[in-house]
């Protein structure tokens, strides 16, 4: 039997990756937060600071929190006028609420992460375009 | 069938069988060398297709692995000149008789090709490329689509793979079950799209079962100690025993209850349930794989339809939809039910689902309705069903039912 013979050392290690996580509320997230009391609410943001805490060598910049997507105002420039808008570029029940950037090994990395995420329900992993 | 076309085709399976066995070991080491699994996959690709070419004419070398392996590295050499890290990785690669052996990388190149960030399509495209050594052509005839829309969903996919950082990497321990999950699917997809579909319409396609029997085995043969991948294998044996019989020499399709049980391979058979039977005795609490094969190994060991073990099949069943709740699932354990607790029982169960679009539904009801005689409504449902369904196999079945 012939085998390839491999006498390179294997350095996939070292390489890192930065993704974007983007924080996606729905409405019955808010919903169950506007239900809460404020003891309630403060264990909900005490969770979430603590995951911060846990991550915090793997996070490259905290990002913010946003303000309600009811204030956000949109500007299309591909009609050739900029023309302004009330509300997120795309109306719907899911709206991004914050973002933060993190730099690990690989997706597993950021997956495991993001699975402990113990606030909104959905987030979206996007790995950062290297320029 | 004439002589010819035999000889042909059964030089194409040995091309096929060969290239299977030896690109996906070569892509695997490729892709822990470069570290760039599109470049990698496209040297295996482009030797295989070479190979394609030739073999056919110059025939089928004596070392095939380190044929296409000279070839993907010339190929390598050639393509990558422009990357000089490549190029010094690549030049340092040799081809070796009786030397310490390479790691087989297929397992990690399997977890990677059916990673859960990728779409169902693209993992089954990207497994039958990458790991069984297919080409877009093939896989595009296999899978009865357009061979653009398949090289599509593959560069998509690979374009993903390094772009979104997914890693070539066996999963954690604590990640496996999971993981090993999305292979399995993916696997019994393809088990699946190769053996419902109609002989004739593939005839000279890729047999996609004996596709997913390979990379079961391959599977079981790394992950020895896997439960469910066992139980796949001896799933996806127990059924292709059964192949010889499973259609009339014209090709039309014969129910398992009309199946002449003399053509079924019964040393295939044993050997797949005694796999199941070892399984089973070393790991309890058997998942849903494990439980469709015993299912599958129970109506294997029965001398006739109507001597098959149906309370044993009904538990077996019970046991399933508990694990894996689905009206389809509930249709199938029916037809046991109506030999245990009669069609009566069986019809007022099927009558429940919410399955008014599947064929199987209807089919199943007008052989409860006739059961009962009830032939009227039998007939009707029977219509619905032929009026469903898309497979001409079937079609031809059900019309012949209607024509009694």
Partial sequence: MTRIVIRLKLSTGGKRVKYVLMFIETEEY???LDAMTPGEREQAYQRVYQWFDDHRDKISDRGNKLQGAETATTVRLDGGVAMTTDGPFIEGKEVVSGFTEIDVADLDEALRMVKTWPACPVVEIRPVAEM | MNADVNAEVS???????VVRDHAGRLAGALVSLLGDFSAAEDLVQDAVEIALRRWPVEGIPDRPDAWLFTVAKRRGLDVLRRQQNYRAKLAELQHQDEQPVAPDDRLRLIFTCCH?????????????RVVCGLTTAQIAAALLAKESAVAQRITRAKRKITDAGIPYRIPRDDELPERL???LTVIYLLFNEGYLSSTAERAHSRDLVDDAEWLTALLHGLLPNEPEVAGLLALIRLHRARTPARFTPAG?????????????????IAEATALLTRTAHRHHAPGPYQLQAAIAACHSEAP???????RQILVLYDMLLTLQPSPVTCLHRSVALSFVEGPAVALAEVDRLALDTYPLFHATRAQFLRDLGRDTEAHVADERAADLTANPAQLDLLRERLAR
């Fill in chain 1, 30 to 32: 808010l919903k169950e």
């Fill in chain 2, 304 to 310: 006739t339809w109507a001597e098959t073990d149906w």
């Fill in chain 2, 116 to 128: 859960p960030a990728l779409a169902r399509e693209a993992q089954v495209a990207l497994t039958l």
């Fill in chain 2, 11 to 17: 030089t194409e399976d040995e091309l096929a069988r």
């Fill in chain 2, 252 to 268: 039309e399709l014969v129910l398992l209850e009309d199946q002449d049980r003399t053509l079924w391979d019964q040393t295939a």
């Fill in chain 2, 181 to 183: 999950t999305e292979v």
